[in-house]
Every structure is written in structure tokens, then in C-alpha cells.
């Protein structure tokens, strides 16, 4: 924190970095105004020790302050990254799987809702929560219980809302909440732009000019919490004034500013930014056709060769909307198609007190299942799941030759013939098999184990041949793992993915 | 065609262009070297009427040639390009819609076998044919019923070829064969590079700078054939040592190269090419899960904004490979699902003859499907079948307000409530709808025409509630075109097609 004169408009003319310095180790983060004079940088150390810093800017009072501290250890694991290719993992390499669910306005809501929200969140399976940085326009907004005292904007209207100044009170607010929901260990999927200012604040409609400063401001903001994740846009599209070639520049923006290099990514509408695009770290998509059938996550692995997050696959709810007119059974169900596929999935909430919108509590029977989901993969393969024989085999995902989890969705099979996609299988391998009742919550081992016989082209049996019995339900799913040494002899290669020979 | 002292290495040295214009368009392709001392420049005129041209070469012999020629007009409608954005037109306008197959090596068989292929595709239903530009390594071309005695490079062995030096005499075949699928009106997708060389005779290991002549010299010998699409590659990333870079610039040549700008895509393995790349003007891709199910085409369409081409969805056939074991309903199906996905697909067959190989006959039971839904397509929208309302509607395309196509895939519904998606729809439109049997090839009207009721949120149903019976049997799609006039009154908006407020 730096105090210096506020003269001119801080929020344009300020320029202000602190060079972080630690053996060869150097971070040079934005600093921000935070209003009455105050301005601050801020630091995440990647390691513990000490640090000395030394303080750049264009403003007399802030250029050249120097100094040191020391940073300790916490039981922070570092902010979550790409790992594995289609996965994520902390910096200090911890895995994480993302089972996040949709609280779009919930920092916006009275104080009471937002302890119930955290309560809710705190007890319930959701490690990562969608929200947006800039609240949409509703009445209740302006005039009612939830009226809003703060906006992102110096003013309380559009009248007189000034784009050239930001309202430090309002940021403070959104960081307590960024802060609170870190706590809990919930990572925050932070949206900067989003449509649904309906003509009136203007929020959605302005400049580039302000638009860039807003990204730099958040940037500078909010990189130093570690659980945050850029969302660039909700239903980008819907931003109608705003091309992907804007998306871009703001995307580049995140990217230059931000030095822990948090993950980048935004949500679609009715036109798909890019995933390709070297600045997007990971898929954040809103395709319901792509978790209500096996076989699409795959695909979009291999699109994208990026994690896939389905942020977005309709909402258990009654509500009059047909996109939150999910049932519980349904929800679970595309969360299932979506980690069977190698993928990961966003939970959301439409019952009867909209969670989607400002939190509150939970009615729906959808989020025990994804947290029963949650335990499941948890407790699976450390590099998160891989489709197994995706071409062939749709609904199937593990580490071929460990583990394989088999999701059957709506069938009601009453038998599976023990038979695996050869690759990573030797002969004289053996497997245990649990049943697993997706929607009662339960995992019934099979007894016995299973022994891989001889490796055909494409699919080894159980060696007598066995099935497993399975109880003609939908919902069910099965786990194999390997149990026992590895026995010698070669190895099955994986059967050419497509070969015209 | 010029002639010209036969020095040095021209298939290297020459420089070879030649200026055809005609007011104000100007062409001017590259010319090539066809052994003996003959050296051509082709141009495909893209008007009648008369043209001059200059040649310009760094072969004394060869440059500052000029002359006119009066080109007629013939039936030819130009060559196919993107229309519709995610659609294809002959270049004076006319809708192509590609149903194509695979015939590989089809080129490469003793006359008598491509008498029997030409004869075959004749009575057909395909009008685009998937085919190699250089033969695969198998031991029957190097002995056997099948041997060849030609092949691009000069020598017959991997021991003493010149990969310096083309082989005019192996081109004038293939260029031969390409004209006769021209005159029976089949598209060429021609595929410049394949793996399938097995170390032998290095096909699949040139050198970049041969690569590069290669793609120069195929451009200049067949970029005037009126009916080439040019496909890069099959199986693109099983030509392990090129990256998507090396494509990148093949690409880029292609299109520098070609002055008619004919369609240019390629073929996967296990790496998708990114199909957003600017040169890349529709999707050829290979991932058979796109096909199994509904919804996936749609998710491309979005994905790419550029046609979406199946070009390889498993075969008909009863192979000892699993890529050619589909049944004929299988094969059918799997066009159906990508034709109501707004997409294409390509048909392949390994029955008794290995079709997809030499070509020669048919024996299976898609074809004739393929020609039945063939028919239905050209006789629908002149834009092409869009998905409809596909976000909650994963098994309908056609043109809101006029033509609908659902099929029921392996469904057996005994009843279809008249029920369409609002967009498009007016009070008081009417509808007749023909029930088809996609696999018996029936077209059976249903009596009556239906009306649109009010007009809710979602979903139109006729005003008196009908439903339309159906024989509970698989496979089995509706037809729904709009008769009579348009009634007056507001038309209904699509809703959003994902909104979270």
C-alpha cells in the first residue's frame, strides 16, 4: 500500500508496476488506485522466503519506494494450471478436477444470502464457482431488497455512471467475496464481459478504450488471489458490439498483465470463439447437444487438444425456461457423459430459490450425485480420465491398463461380458470390478477377480470368459481395476485410431 | 503447349507462367514440364469468348510467347466452392451437394478394372470421389496382376528413384483418369500425401523441398480440371516426420498456386488439423463418434463456420479390420445422422472386392440409400439443410418456416405429435408432411395439411392437436414442407439459444 497525492484521474493517467525480486526469480506485477489517495501492488510469492520489491511509476510519491518481506509457507497449493494435457493440477502439482457449479450473482446479493450461499458451498461438492464481475441488470437491482448501493463505475445510473473512474468500494466487495469463496478452496471463475445490461446501465456497450482499462484494472486486481481463473465473457456473442478479434486483444491483455499466468478462457453464445487460439488455456463451452450423447468430449479433446470444461449443460430447475428444466437424474447423467468423455462439466440450479442467480441454498437432487461423481475421480487415475478405444468405445475412460470406468447412461443392461480394448493389457493380468449405482450412490464390488487371456486384434476377455451380472437399472456404471503384479510379456499397442490398409 | 530444349533439370530449373486474360481478368497459372521436350501452361477459361496470352519463363525457347484462343461455352458449371457458409455451389451458382465415396487406388488398376469402376460409378448415386494421387506401398503393385510401371518419380524401386525428376507419363495417366470421372460429373478429391509406404518405397519421406515441388507440379497439371477438390492428405499424422506446419505451408502453396481456388481440406488420423486455419475451406475430417450420434454436426458447424464433410465413417463391409464391418443399415444411418446435422458424408465399402481399394463393383446395400436420401437432399432447400432449433432438437434440419426433415434414427415411434420449433413459424402457416421408410425407400404422403396454432415460446403445434402415426419400425424420417400462401401476421424469433436470464 502507497499513499500519494490523487490529482488527475488515476484510474487513466496512473502508471504503476513493483518489481518482485527473489534469487533469479523476478514478477512485476500492475499496480492499482484504490481510491482517498491510496494505491496499491499487489504480490503472490510462488515460493517462501524473502522478497524485495522496488516500485516503478509515473507519480513522484509511488516511483522508487523499496523494500523486503517474508514470505511463509501456507497451505496454499498455487494457483491451478493445465496439466496433462486435457487436465488441471495446483502449481505444486496436486491435481485438480473441477466440479464447479454456477452462482452468476451471488457477490451481489445482501450479506445474509451470501453467508447462506457460503454455508451451502462449504457443506456441498463444488469446488469451483462460475460469477460474474459485473452484475446484470434486474429491477430488484435498482429498487428493492437487493438494490445495489455500489457499481463497478463511479455513479448509480446510467445518467450519470462516469467510464472514466471505477468505484474502488465496489472492487473491495467483489475481492472479500473472491477471498471468501478461497477459503472454502473454491476456485473462482471470474467473468469480465457479459451481455444482459438490456439498454439500460451500459455496461455491455462501452468503448474499447474503457474496456481495456477495465481488463487492466481487474488484472491487477485480482491476479494475486490464487483462485482465480479468467472467464473472459458469458455468452460472449450476445455482446453484440464486440467481435473475437476484441476478445483477442482483451484475452492478450489478461495475458500480458497477469504474471502467474491464471487460466484464460470464455464462455459462448451462439457463435464458439476459437479454443485454438494460442492465449486460451482451456475449453469453456455452452453445448448441451455435447453431454447429452457419448462420444462428443473425445472429439473436442482432439479438436483442441486443451481441457474441455462444459460450463454450461442446462440446469436442474422448473424453471419456464426450457434450459433449467433439467431433473436431478438428467444433470447427473451429462455430468457422467462428460467425464466418461475425458471431460469435466458445471452444475447450476434453477428450483425454487435460483441459485444460478444469487446463491442461497440447494434444493436439487443433482449435487449429491456430482459430489458421489466427484469421490469417484478423486479417488481414480492422478492424471484425471482418459477416453479408453474412443473411437470405438464410447463410453469409457480411465488408464488403459489400470483402470477403467464404464458409464452405461440410459441403458438397463443386465450382464457386461468382461472385455477390455487391448492396449496397455498383457496376458495374466487380473482386475477387480465394482457396480456402480450412479444415482443411489452406491459401489458394490464384484467378487473375484478378473484375468485377462489371450490378446486378440482389438479386445481381450476374462480368460473363462466371465460377465458380471448388472441389475437392468439406467444410471449404472462399472470400475475395473487392476489388481496384483504386472505379469511379463508384451505389452497390447493400441489398434491403429483409423487405417484405410 | 510449348517446345523447348529439354537442359538441365526443368522438373527444378524452369520458371514457366503464362498471362491469359480477357478485359479485365487476368489468370495466370504456372506452366510444367511434360517431358520431350514439351512444356505446357493449362488454363481453364472461367468465361467465353476470347482470350490472349503472354508466357514469361527464364527458358529462352518458352518466353514472350503470345496468341488468343476463343473458348465456348460448354456444360460445364465451374468449379465447386463454399456457399452458404456451410454449403457448396458450382461456381455459376448451382447447389452441389457432395455424396461421395472412396475408390483409393482406383487409378493405379489395369484398364479393364477402371472400365468396370467408371461403369459402376456411372449408375451410381455419388458425385465426388475420394482418391490418391500416389499409390500405397502393397506387394501386388510390385508383383503381381496389379504391377505398376509408372510412378510420379522417375525408377521403379526405392533403390533408383530420382526424386529430382517426375515422371510426366505417370500424371498423363492419372490426369486421364480424373477427366473421365469429370465427364460422368464426379467431384475429385485428390489426395496429394499419404502414409502407407511401409519404408519402402519412400513416398512418405520426401524431403520438404520435394514435398514442395511436388505440390507445385500437381497444381500446375491439375488445377485446370474443373471438378478437383484438393485434400493435402489422408491420415494426415500418420505421416509421422510432417508436422501441421509442413501442411500449413503445402497449404499456403496450394492456394498461391491455384488460380481457380479449388476447394482445399485434409484428411486426419490421430491429430486433427485445425480446420480454422484461414486456407482451409471446409472440413474433411475422420472421427466416426460424429456420426454415431445425433448432435455432433451441428457442434462442427458451429465450431468451423465451414462445410463439415464426413469423409470417412467406417465402411460397409466385412472386413477383418472393425472399421469395415458396418451393415448397410449402419452405413445409411450414419448418413442420415450427418444429413440432419446440416453436414455431408462419404460412403466406403470392403466387401468382396475391396471397392475403397480398386473400385470395380458394388455389392452393398448403402449405395442405393445413399442415391434415395441423395434425391430427398437435392429435392429440399436450394441453400442446403440447416439444424433446426438444434440446440433442443438434435434430429431435424431443413429451412425454418418451409421444410422440415426429422429422422428417427433407431427409434421406432408409432406417433409423431405435429409439434415444430417456433422460428420461422406463422399463425395459420400450413404443412403437409410425406412419412419415408429411409432403408424400403419410400416416400409415403400423409392426407390432409396440417396448421399452426398459436404461437408459445418454444413449440408450435398444429391447431388441432394431430399427431401423425408411424409404423414403429427403425430408421424411418418425416418430410414437412409448408404448402400454399404465407399467412399475414409476425413471424416468430428463434429464442436464444442459450440465455441464463
Redesign the interface.
Known amino acids: 500500500m502507497l499513499k500519494g497525492k490523487d490529482a488527475g484521474n488515476p484510474f487513466i493517467d496512473l502508471e504503476l508496476t513493483a518489481t518482485f525480486t527473489q534469487g533469479a526469480q523476478r514478477y512485476t506485477p500492475d499496480g492499482f488506485y484504490d481510491g482517498d489517495g491510496t494505491y496499491r501492488v499487489r504480490f503472490m510469492p510462488p515460493t517462501a522466503g524473502e522478497w524485495t520489491y522496488t516500485t516503478h511509476s509515473n507519480h513522484p510519491d509511488l516511483d522508487g519506494k523499496t523494500g523486503s518481506f517474508t514470505a511463509v509457507e501456507g497451505g496454499n497449493r498455487g494457483p491451478v494450471r493445465v496439466a496433462n494435457v486435457h487436465h488441471f493440477a495446483h502449481a505444486d502439482g496436486t491435481p485438480f478436477y473441477p466440479f464447479g457449479t454456477t452462482i452468476?450473482e451471488w457477490a451481489f446479493q445482501p450479506e445474509a444470502r451470501k453467508l447462506e450461499t457460503l454455508a451451502t458451498l462449504k457443506k456441498g461438492p463444488f469446488n469451483k464457482a462460475r460469477m460474474l464481475a459485473v452484475p446484470?441488470y434486474?429491477p430488484n437491482y435498482i429498487d428493492g431488497p437487493g438494490k445495489l448501493t455500489d457499481f463497478p463505475f463511479v455513479g448509480t445510473s446510467r445518467d450519470d455512471f462516469d467510464f472514466s473512474r471505477f468505484n474502488p468500494a465496489y472492487f473491495r466487495s467483489l475481492e472479500r467475496d473472491v477471498k471468501r469463496l478461497s477459503d472454502l478452496g473454491i476456485q473462482v471463475d471470474l467473468i469480465l464481459f457479459r451481455p444482459?445490461d438490456k439498454g439500460k446501465w451500459g455496461f455491455d456497450t462501452t468503448s474499447d478504450a474503457v474496456n481495456q482499462r477495465f481488463v487492466r484494472y481487474m488484472v491487477a486486481r485480482f491476479a494475486a488471489f490464487q483462485n482465480i481463473w479468467w472467464s473472459l465473457a458469458?455468452?460472449n456473442s450476445?455482446i453484440r458490439h464486440l467481435s473475437d478479434e476484441d476478445f483477442d486483444r482483451y484475452f492478450q491483455i489478461v495475458q500480458q498483465y497477469d504474471p502467474y499466468n491464471h487460466l484464460r478462457s470464455i464462455h459462448n453464445?451462439?457463435?464458439?470463439y476459437?479454443y485454438?487460439k494460442p492465449w486460451v488455456t482451456h475449453v469453456s463451452l455452452?453445448?448441451?447437444?455435447?453431454v447429452?450423447?457419448?462420444?462428443?468430449s473425445?472429439?473436442l479433446r482432439?479438436?483442441y487438444r486443451k481441457p474441455i470444461v462444459h460450463d454450461?449443460i442446462n440446469y436442474e430447475g422448473n424453471s419456464?425456461?426450457?434450459?433449467g428444466q433439467l431433473s436431478g437424474e438428467e444433470l447427473s447423467h451429462r455430468f457422467w457423459i462428460a467425464l466418461v468423455g475425458g471431460a469435466y462439466a458445471t452444475h447450476g440450479e434453477v428450483l425454487e430459490n435460483g441459485w444460478?442467480s444469487g446463491g442461497g441454498h440447494l434444493a436439487g437432487t443433482s449435487p449429491a450425485r456430482i459430489g458421489f461423481l466427484r469421490q469417484i475421480v478423486e479417488a481414480g487415475p492422478e492424471g484425471g480420465l482418459k477416453p479408453i478405444d474412443?473411437?470405438?468405445v464410447?463410453n469409457a475412460a480411465g488408464k488403459a491398463g489400470d483402470y477403467y470406468l464404464y458409464y452405461f447412461g440410459e441403458d438397463r443392461p443386465t450382464e457386461w461380458p468382461f472385455v477390455l480394448p487391448v492396449a496397455g493389457l498383457r496376458k495374466g493380468m487380473r482386475f477387480r470390478a465394482d457396480i456402480i449405482d450412479t444415482w443411489n450412490m452406491t459401489v458394490v464390488p464384484v467378487p473375484g477377480t478378473f484375468e485377462i487371456g489371450e490378446l486378440p486384434?482389438?479386445r481381450a476377455a476374462d480368460v473363462k470368459n466371465r460377465s458380471i451380472k448388472l441389475p437392468g437399472k439406467p444410471y449404472m456404471a462399472l470400475r475395473i481395476q487392476r489388481v496384483g503384479e504386472i505379469p511379463h510379456g508384451p505389452t497390447a499397442a493400441t489398434p491403429?485410431?483409423?487405417?484405410?490398409?
Open positions: 452468476y446484470p434486474k444482459y458469458n455468452e450476445y453464445a451462439d457463435r464458439i476459437d485454438n455452452q453445448y448441451y447437444n455435447a447429452k450423447v457419448f462420444g462428443v473425445p472429439l482432439d479438436i454450461e419456464a425456461s426450457r434450459w444460478i474412443q473411437l470405438f464410447m486384434r482389438y491403429g485410431a483409423a487405417a484405410d490398409d
